[in-house]
């Protein structure tokens, strides 16, 4: 199961909506991390998954969903096979679209993801996201802690 996790850590909710609120049923949440010191910027729909300041959750990001690392076609398995999502309570299916390495001396880097229009920006040393390139299809998992 943790070869297909690329990323996973704990991440403490600093702030939600800075610059007010867009849309009625999705908040901007900024979150950092505790074992990595990670920013976290993302999209959540708050109607089903509600969340508030200094809420901590774990966040995950894997390639398939499958126990197994085997690789899937990205289509929701109806089959009731256990799966990653059985450990998580909120999961989005989506596609990084950004890499930026800040390069020279700095160890900084950032990816973006979008799922179906709700971004993820994850910013932090790039040993971090070393696992991850342009186009790749990810599942973003997320528990409250």
């Given amino acids: 199961m943790a070869d297909s996790i690329l990323f996973e850590d704990i991440f403490t ?5 800075i610059g ?5 049923k999705v908040s901007r949440i900024e979150a ?14 708050t109607e089903v998954y509600p969340l508030a300041a200094g809420d901590k959750l774990t966040l ?24 990653l999502m059985d450990r998580y309570e909120y999961v989005m299916y989506g596609k990084l ?3 930026s390495d800040a390069g020279g001396s700095s160890s900084d880097a950032e990816i973006y993801v ?12 790039s040993t971090n996201l070393k696992d991850f390139h342009i186009d790749q299809r990810l599942y973003i998992l997320i528990r409250k802690v």
Avoid at 33 to 45: R, T
Avoid at 71 to 82: C, H, M, P
Wanted: charged share 30%; aromatic share 10%.
């Fill in 20 to 24: 007010g609120k867009k849309f009625d």
């Fill in 32 to 45: 950092r991390s505790e074992q990595f010191d990670m920013q976290l910027s993302l999209d959540v729909n």
């Fill in 114 to 125: 979008s799922f179906g229009g709700l971004l993820m920006r994850l910013a932090g040393d």
């Fill in 97 to 99: 679209y950004k890499y």
């Fill in 13 to 17: 909710l600093t702030d939600m909506d």
């Fill in 60 to 83: 995950a990001l894997s390639p398939t969903l499958s126990l197994e690392g085997v690789t899937d076609e990205g289509v929701y398995d109806q089959s009731g096979r256990r799966s």
